[in-house]
């Protein structure tokens, strides 16, 4: 597979039937110490180096990385300040138009998420794309074990791929309760109200370099996802290694915030 940027390249050398990875990402909140962009610097970074990965191993079928979407649907924290959402039903409808427009020239799509709240509209959507006979997939980033939101994992990762975005110093800890403990209060009343600093885990003791381990997880998981082809009810790619062990990922995916 040639793996390169839709965004960069001239039309002509855009593989018809290329295999297209589209990250999705969020503008929201992580935290005192991290970007608002964080979703969709990592769900970018596992996109560009599986679909490297997907080319060294079968050189012979074209993979591009669109550009990230970079609005999710965030709302369980619109009460702070520099979060932007367009909610579930804009981002389902946008996720349906684009893989339409995509299809008449691409081959497979498959989404790579990096938030969490953005499953209800990628499911929706891919579900409904199947249906019309769309060959396309979602696959979250996650690993097994991970915080949900803000904390070692998402610091680690941030530590490695862009240092100079976080403010270690302004780093503390969040409520780091279960998530699946807090699920009811914060649909209820948002992420503020069970974390008033947004951070849902404990960035302490993030590393570059656990970052480093981190990433390679979640692409050695995104291309296991990819090349198996398993898709679930909900359209999202299944990781067979994973399914083995019985692991359910944790942390920037279907069943965290991100």
Known sequence: MTATSLA???WPVVSRGAVVLV???SVEQHGPHLPLETDGIVATAVAERAAERLRL???GTAVLVAPTVPYGASGEHQSFPGTVSIGH???RRMLVELVRSLHEWAGRVVFVNGHGGNVPSLTGAVTQLIAEGHDLAWAPCGVPHGDAHAGRTETSLLLHLVPSSVELDRAEPGNDTPLAELMGQLTAGG???VSPNGILGD???ASAEEGEAILE???ASAVR???AGRVDGRGCLRDPEQAAQGQTPQGLQDGAIG
């Open 8 to 10: 960069r390249s001239t």
């Open 23 to 25: 990250p999705t990402g």
């Open 57 to 59: 191993a079968d050189p």
């Open 89 to 91: 039903d804009a981002l």
């Open 191 to 193: 992420v503020a109200s």
């Open 203 to 205: 960035p302490s003791g």
């Open 217 to 219: 997880a979640m692409v």
């Open 225 to 227: 996802r990819i090349e």
